[in-house]
Nanobody
């Protein structure tokens, strides 16, 4: 079992930055691939970024070059550094984990956090 708790969301002006954190329970954190998804009001959940065990990262086109995902296995935590934020980045951001990178990247991971709200004002 893995429990995920996101934090770091809030209100920021366009062009600003935020860093989200996702703290995971469990002793085998390093064995899980991790991902960030987001869901804006009235829209479907969408992939944002993912990171594998070898620290290779993957990003959605919409955030490539602005967002950076990283992980600290010693702290059982993944991060999402978000720069140059735009109003269209407004959403609830969710952290996901799965032993399968394919599953977590596809949004079918076994474990999900409760989400943290990011609001970007224009």
């Amino acid at each position: 079992q893995v429990q995920l708790v996101e934090s770091g969301g809030g209100l920021v002006q366009a062009g600003g930055s935020l860093r989200l954190s996702c703290a995971a329970s469990g002793r085998t954190f390093s064995a899980y691939a991790m991902a960030w998804f987001r869901q804006a009001p009235g829209k479907e959940r969408e992939f944002v970024a993912a990171i594998g065990w070898g620290l290779t990262t993957y990003y959605a086109n919409a955030v490539e070059g602005r967002f950076t995902m990283s992980r600290d296995n010693g702290k059982n935590t993944v991060y999402l550094q978000m720069n140059s934020l735009k109003p269209e980045d407004t959403a609830v951001y969710y952290c996901a984990a799965d032993a399968s990178f394919r599953a977590v990247r596809a949004g079918t991971g076994d474990y999900w956090g409760q989400g943290t709200l990011v609001t970007v004002s224009s």
